[in-house]
Every structure is written in structure tokens, then in C-alpha cells.
């Protein structure tokens, strides 16, 4: 991919902390080279802890949090749906939400979840996974969402999709001089991150070993779709 199809990414991804485990370095690079990155978070994280906080309180502390990782990476914009964890369904009404937000931001790239990566955890990563593929196709083709074309909101064309922790991955970002700017964006979701030292062990040998992959000490894996 040239530089110019990084030029404005959108990363549309399910909990607070995300965006930073999959990509943090990536779009650290991206924006280092020049690019305008924006973060869509579409929980509100309001059900992952065992410290026994309120979901709103929970809720409250990882948008803070993320705003923190999003600064730490360059990120222009953070933008919160705020649904409700763990109950985010694929259906035409996230979809269409989905749609709209892609045809305002017009990405040229959009990074999310691979949502046929097998035995995958979360509901809510497959969840998005899916409708941001649909929504791509939704906001490129003016007859879907008639209503937006009529309010001046016109059809935009992604040229790709980058799905985070790939199981078949086939495009590599080198983030060995970003690689620290990953772990402090990481260490800003305190409330998720109990022991980053341990932490930062753990992801430094991820993308260690992801960089061996390409032939890069340090590097991020993704499986790219290019829409036609």
C-alpha cells in the first residue's frame, strides 16, 4: 500500500484499549508519517472488571482512559457510540450507523476486527468486525441510505480494510521506532493494565515474533481486504 492510502485512517474497534493492543504502533507510524488517524469506540467498556466499580463508573473511567491512549498515539479524534458492552449486535441499525460515520470521515483505510478469526472471545469483536464490512458497502454506493444522499451526506469509497490480530495476516507495519509510544498509549488504560511491566513483556514478544514474520525486529500483522 502507498503512504497516500494512509493519509486518513479510521479505526472503528469494540472496547476502550483496543485500538492500542492491535494497532497502537501502527498508527502511532501512520500519524508520525503524516497521516490524520481517528478512533471510533463503539462500547463503553462497562463490563470488563473484577474491582466491583458501577458501569457507569467504569464506563466514565475508560473513556477517560482512552482519550489519554488516544493523545499518546497522535490520534485527531476520538469518537465514543457508547453502547452498552458485551451487547452489541450485527444488525442493519449499527450498520447504517457505521455507514454514516465512514461516509462523514471518508477514510481512505479502515482498521478493525477480524471477525472470522476462529474461536474469537468477544461477541462484541465480531460484532463490529462484520457490520464495519457491510457498512463499507453501505456507505460506498449512494442507493444504500437514500436518506443520507438527500441530507448532502454523498457515498464515499474505502480503498481498504485492515483487520487487527489477524489469523492469516498479509500485511505488516514496522513499528520498531513507535514501539515505546505503543506501550504508553497501552499503560493509559490503568483500570485494564494492572502490571504493565508484565504487560509490555508480553506484547514486545508478540510483535517480536510478528516481526520475524516480514523479515522487522518489531512489527504489527494484519489480513487486508481491498474493496473494489
Not at 46 to 62: F, M, Y
Not at 79 to 87: K, T, V
Not at 130 to 144: E, I, P, Q, S
Request: net charge positive; proline share 4%.
Amino acid at each position: 500500500m502507498s503512504r497516500s492510502e494512509f493519509e486518513n485512517v479510521l479505526v472503528i474497534i469494540a472496547h476502550p484499549d483496543d485500538a492500542e493492543l492491535g494497532a497502537g504502533g501502527s498508527i502511532a507510524r501512520w500519524v508520525r508519517d503524516g497521516a490524520v488517524a481517528r478512533v471510533i469506540v463503539c462500547t463503553n467498556g462497562d463490563k470488563g472488571t473484577k474491582e466491583g466499580l458501577s458501569p457507569l463508573k467504569l464506563a466514565q473511567i475508560r473513556e477517560a482512559e482512552q482519550l489519554a491512549a488516544s493523545r499518546a498515539l497522535g490520534v485527531k479524534e476520538t469518537i465514543f457510540l457508547r453502547h452498552r458492552d458485551g451487547e452489541l449486535e450485527d444488525d442493519r441499525a449499527f450498520r447504517n450507523q457505521i455507514a454514516f460515520l465512514i461516509r462523514h470521515f471518508k477514510p481512505d483505510t479502515i482498521v478493525t476486527h477480524d471477525p472470522w478469526r476462529p474461536h474469537y472471545q468477544h461477541p462484541d469483536h465480531q460484532a463490529v468486525g462484520h457490520a464495519v464490512f457491510k457498512g463499507v458497502v453501505y456507505a460506498r454506493d449512494d442507493n444504500f441510505l437514500p436518506e443520507l444522499g438527500l441530507a448532502g451526506i454523498r457515498a464515499h469509497h474505502t480503498n481498504a480494510l485492515l483487520y487487527t490480530n489477524a489469523f492469516t495476516p498479509n500485511f505488516f507495519v514496522d513499528i520498531e521506532g513507535v514501539f515505546e509510544q505503543k506501550i504508553k498509549a497501552i499503560g493509559c488504560h490503568r483500570c485494564q493494565i494492572p502490571n504493565l511491566p508484565a504487560t509490555a513483556r508480553r506484547v514486545r514478544q508478540r510483535c517480536e515474533e510478528t516481526g520475524r514474520l516480514a523479515g522487522m525486529r518489531l512489527a504489527e500483522a494484519f489480513t487486508i481486504t481491498r474493496m473494489r
